[in-house]
Each structure stands twice: as C-alpha cells, then as structure tokens.
C-alpha cells in the first residue's frame, strides 16, 4: 500500500507495514481503546502537578536512571494492592518502570530469544513487536470460545521451544482470564527448554483472578507486565512496569536507554501511586457496569463472551446480518473496535451515559428479528 521512495533503505520486512494504532476520532462515546473513562479528580491533578513542580529546576541533570523512588512505590503498591501481603519477597530488585508496558515488552524481545509466540487472537502488539526486532513470531490458535488448548499448546512448545510465550490474562480482545494453575502449567512446559512466559496482565486490576506475581517464587522464567493505562486512568501519562526475578530485570537493562523514563514522569507515576486508592475507585463501578452492559446486549439478541476486564467482546447472527454496524455507530457517535475477528465487535467499558448510549444506538442499528 505505502509507495516508499527508491532513496530510502527502509527494510524489507517493513515496506507493506502501517503503524500501529486504533483510529483516534472524536466522538461523543469513546469505547475503542480500553482506558478508563474517568478524569483525574482535582485532588490528584494538584498532588501530581506539585510532583512534577518539584523536578522543573532540576530538568538541567539527566533523571535517576534506576529510578529509586517510583520503583519503592511500585513495591509498595504491589504488596498493597495487587498481591495484597506485606510479606511478600518482592523488592525494588524486582521492578522495572518504562514508558507503558509497550516498552517493557519491546526491552524483553530485545533481550531475549529469538522466537517468540503467543495464542491468536490476543494483543497484536505481541507480534508486531516481535517482527520489528526481527525476530520471528508464531500463533497458537485459541478454541472457538477463546479459551486457549493446553494439549495443542504443549505440543507446539515442545516442538518449536519459543524462547518467549506472550500470555495477555485478562485476554485483549476477548476479555478471557487464565487462572494462576492454568499459568502455572504453561510456565513449566516453557521452563523445560528454558523459555521465558511474559504474562501481559494490562488489565489486571478488572480480573478476579490472582496476579501471576504471586508464582514468581516458584517459577523464575516468569516476566509480569503491568501498565498504569487501564484501570489506573494514567493512559497519557506512559508508565508500565515489568515484575520478574532480578536477574530478568538487570538483563532488561542492557537493552534499554540510557535515562529512559523522564523526571516528569517518575515524578508524576510517584504521585499517582500514592493516590492509587482513588485513581482505582473507578473500578468497581466499571465491573459493576460491565455486567449491565454484558445484560444490555445479551437482552439485544448478541453473544458475549465473559470478560474479567473492562471490555466485552460481542458478537452474532444479528451483529453480522446489520452490515457495517462499526462505521454506523461511529456515524452516530459511538466509537467502537473493531479487532479483526469476523462476526465480533469490541466495546470499552464507559461511564454510565456512555454505555447507555452505546445500548441505545446499538439497538435501533440492529435488524427487528
Ligand atoms: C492496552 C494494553 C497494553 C498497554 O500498553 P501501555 O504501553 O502500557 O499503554 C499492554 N498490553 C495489552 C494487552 C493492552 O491491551
């Protein structure tokens, strides 16, 4: 599609690509991208504006490239919030921040392997990354209900032993979780010819399952992947984090550049973490409206399949019978995903009017059966 000039050496693998990234339109109910809906109350704004006040003069000196403080309050965080025990062994030895969780996951294909794989579909990203290190990428299909084959999966690993396995729990776009068994048993097949399993828990905050953090004493070949973009309402401000054994985080440091992440927005992550009890408030209400929109459109005729995150993937007879359902509800207001997969449409969870009008739009573009 893109015509490339003969002058430049763009290489070969990337010449078809285009960029990443879902349509960023304007709209009156914006569902397309899995934030949370909810703005920074005031009190936050001015903790974190006084964070960032704080580093303005000293913007002449490069950060803290280790990034002492917001790595104690990640800790501290998970030990609070994610795991919820103090005793926990998890230190600042054990985090490392980047810019979102896309850089922690591109610092990992750097690092490690040369072949990576993950199940189809889940998040792209997995695979794009991959490919543009130039290193290869293979799919293991999940089941018709998106639940992933454990014996189709074991056999892959045996035969091809990736040297990272990508695992999104809740899955990106089908909202599907895994259990801390089930990841368990794809760590230790992938521990047997020394492979890495990234468990990309974005949405962690939304499941009810526990966080594979909690495994990392039993299985060292495991990397968490953790973002402050979802359940956090932090998406603009670009901070995620990885949690592995030291030995995976100090080798993620020699791929990453130097003084990465930004005084501002250490600062600005510090503050927020120490809010996080009111940046996360909003997630009980986004539960609670995730099952009422999962009833809206079941009662609309539609199949949905259950989410544990702040997203439903939807879709059926009368979902594929309404021709162009996505650009009509854009038409009206309404943007939506559309990920790719045949006969499905994806929906972030929004506020209460957002999602009341997402229902409404979506119930006069449906056929009258
Ligand atoms: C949204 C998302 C991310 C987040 O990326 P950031 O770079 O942290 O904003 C990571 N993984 C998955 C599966 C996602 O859906």
Same mark, same amino acid.
């Given at each position: 599609?893109?015509?490339?000039?003969?002058?430049?050496?763009?290489?070969?693998?990337?010449?078809?690509?285009?960029?990443?990234?879902?349509?960023?339109?304007?709209?009156?109910?914006?569902?397309?991208?899995?934030?949370?809906?909810?703005? &920074?109350?005031?009190?936050?704004?001015?903790?974190?504006?006084?964070?960032?006040?704080?580093?303005?003069?000293?913007?002449?000196?490069?950060?803290?490239?280790?990034?002492?403080?917001?790595?104690?309050?990640?800790?501290?965080?998970?030990?609070?919030?994610?795991?919820?025990?103090?005793?926990?062994?998890?230190?600042?030895?054990?985090?490392?921040?980047?810019?979102?969780?896309?850089?922690?996951?591109?610092?990992?294909?750097?690092?490690?392997?040369?072949?990576?794989?993950?199940?189809?579909?889940?998040?792209?990203?997995?695979?794009?990354?991959?490919?543009?290190?130039?290193?290869?990428?293979?799919?293991?299909?999940?089941?018709?209900?998106?639940?992933?084959?454990?014996?189709?999966?074991?056999?892959?690993?045996?035969?091809?032993?990736?040297?990272?396995?990508?695992?999104?729990?809740?899955?990106?776009?089908?909202?599907?979780?895994?259990?801390?068994?089930?990841?368990?048993?794809?760590?230790?097949?992938?521990?047997?010819?020394?492979?890495?399993?990234?468990?990309?828990?974005?949405?962690?905050?939304?499941?009810?399952?526990?966080?594979?953090?909690?495994?990392?004493?039993?299985?060292?070949?495991?990397?968490?992947?953790?973002?402050?973009?979802?359940?956090?309402?932090?998406?603009?401000?670009?901070?995620?984090?990885?949690?592995?054994?030291?030995?995976?985080?100090?080798?993620?440091?020699?791929?990453?550049?130097?003084?990465?992440?930004?005084?501002?927005?250490?600062?600005?992550?510090?503050?927020?973490?120490?809010?996080?009890?009111?940046?996360?408030?909003?997630?009980?209400?986004?539960?609670?409206?995730?099952?009422?929109?999962?009833?809206?459109?079941?009662?609309?005729?539609?199949?949905?399949?259950?989410?544990?995150?702040?997203?439903?993937?939807?879709?059926?007879?009368?979902?594929?019978?309404?021709?162009?359902?996505?650009?009509?509800?854009?038409?009206?207001?309404?943007?939506?995903?559309?990920?790719?997969?045949?006969?499905?449409?994806?929906?972030?969870?929004?506020?209460?009017?957002?999602?009341?009008?997402?229902?409404?739009?979506?119930?006069?573009? &449906?056929?009258?059966?």
């Amino acid at each position: 599609m893109n015509q490339w000039p003969e002058w430049l050496p763009l290489k070969e693998s990337l010449r078809q690509r285009t960029p990443y990234g879902a349509p960023q339109l304007e709209a009156e109910a914006r569902l397309n991208t899995n934030e949370n809906p909810y703005p &920074l109350p005031a009190s936050v704004v001015s903790a974190i504006e006084s964070s960032i006040g704080a580093q303005l003069a000293g913007l002449n000196r490069y950060p803290d490239r280790d990034a002492k403080v917001l790595r104690q309050h990640l800790v501290h965080y998970i030990k609070k919030h994610v795991i919820k025990d103090d005793a926990l062994s998890i230190t600042s030895k054990n985090v490392w921040p980047a810019n979102g969780s896309n850089e922690v996951l591109q610092s990992i294909l750097l690092a490690f392997g040369e072949k990576a794989a993950g199940f189809s579909p889940s998040y792209s990203m997995h695979r794009i990354l991959t490919e543009s290190v130039g290193k290869s990428f293979k799919s293991v299909p999940l089941k018709a209900d998106f639940s992933p084959d454990f014996e189709m999966l074991k056999g892959f690993l045996s035969a091809r032993k990736p040297e990272i396995f990508f695992v999104t729990t809740p899955n990106n776009p089908t909202g599907r979780s895994l259990n801390s068994s089930e990841i368990a048993s794809i760590a230790e097949a992938m521990a047997v010819h020394r492979g890495l399993l990234v468990v990309d828990e974005a949405y962690g905050e939304f499941s009810d399952e526990q966080s594979a953090i909690a495994l990392l004493d039993r299985y060292p070949n495991l990397i968490v992947v953790r973002t402050l973009s979802k359940a956090f309402a932090f998406a603009g401000a670009r901070l995620g984090y990885a949690v592995a054994r030291p030995e995976a985080i100090d080798a993620l440091q020699l791929v990453r550049l130097p003084y990465h992440l930004s005084a501002l927005t250490q600062a600005a992550g510090i503050a927020a973490i120490e809010n996080a009890d009111i940046l996360l408030s909003g997630v009980s209400q986004l539960k609670a409206s995730r099952e009422m929109v999962a009833e809206g459109l079941r009662a609309l005729g539609l199949t949905v399949i259950p989410s544990d995150a702040n997203f439903i993937l939807f879709g059926g007879e009368a979902l594929v019978a309404a021709k162009n359902l996505w650009q009509r509800l854009l038409d009206r207001g309404v943007l939506i995903r559309d990920v790719g997969i045949e006969g499905y449409l994806r929906v972030t969870i929004g506020t209460e009017a957002e999602n009341k009008k997402f229902l409404e739009t979506l119930s006069e573009l &449906l056929p009258r059966s």
